[in-house]
């Protein structure tokens, strides 16, 4: 069964470092999203991605952000200068078009220390 | 803006017990609301979801009935299995303005046998 693969699976940065989380969404979506989930707080919506683009954004993602799709398999989250409140657990996610079922990784946990 | 509450967890039963996992929701439209289950080490899994006032999903024996009047999801079932122990995420997305999801705290069951 197709599915949605992240590395790494949990990643230690230091402050102020540049990380990047990788995805491999399934293989004949289109549509493209990160969330993220701090320690004991909700599943956050971060920013979608379609046809090359950003097609959706939340307020959290912000200059330190960024999302390429830099082949035909690979979507990636980068964070500039890590900050401490960027800890969390993240999780890519594809569907099909834009209003079918989200599938979703098994996350990265990120901590920065 | 649009929000999903759950009951505060975590929640332990013991295999065979009912369960209900309450969640209700606000959101300035007609959203579909969805069930998302997340086993240890794996990914958010769609596990059920409601597009429409009065739909009731179903899926593994898990049931939830979209209640506009009451603005709730709360997820039902009958006799649970200490396979069923996992984080259970309510969520939202409002089909005119994009595809993000918005999701509840998540709620920890255990089921001891």
């Known amino acids: 069964e197709p599915e949605v693969t992240q590395t790494p699976s949990h990643q230690v940065t230091q402050m102020g470092q540049e990380v990047i989380l990788r995805c491999v969404p399934i293989?004949?979506?289109?549509?493209f999203y990160w969330y993220r989930q701090i320690l004991g707080q909700k599943v956050e919506f971060l920013v979608s991605?379609?046809?090359?683009?950003?097609?959706?954004k939340s307020e959290i993602f912000d200059d330190q952000f960024s999302v390429e799709r830099p082949d035909g398999s690979n979507f990636t989250l980068k964070i500039r200068s890590t900050k401490l409140e960027d800890s969390a657990m993240y999780f890519c996610?594809?569907?099909?078009?834009?209003?079918?079922?989200?599938?979703f990784g098994q996350g990265t946990r990120l901590t920065v220390v | 803006g649009n929000s999903v509450t759950q009951m505060e967890g975590p929640v332990t039963l013991s295999e065979e017990a009912f369960l209900t996992i309450n969640c209700t929701y606000t959101a300035t439209g007609y959203p579909s609301l969805f069930w998302y289950v997340q086993y240890p080490g794996e990914g958010l899994q769609l596990l059920l979801k409601a597009t429409k006032a009065d739909d009731k999903g179903s899926n593994k024996g898990f049931e939830a009935t979209y209640r506009k009047e009451t603005t709730s999801f709360h997820l039902e079932k009958g006799s649970v299995q200490v396979s069923d122990s996992a984080v259970y995420f309510c969520a939202l997305r409002e089909e005119t303005s994009g595809s993000r999801l918005t999701f509840g705290e998540g709620t920890q069951l255990t089921v001891n046998p």
């Open positions: 293989s004949n979506h289109l549509y």
């Open positions: 991605f379609y046809n090359n683009e950003i097609s959706e």
């Open positions: 996610a594809s569907s099909q078009h834009k209003n079918t079922e989200a599938f």
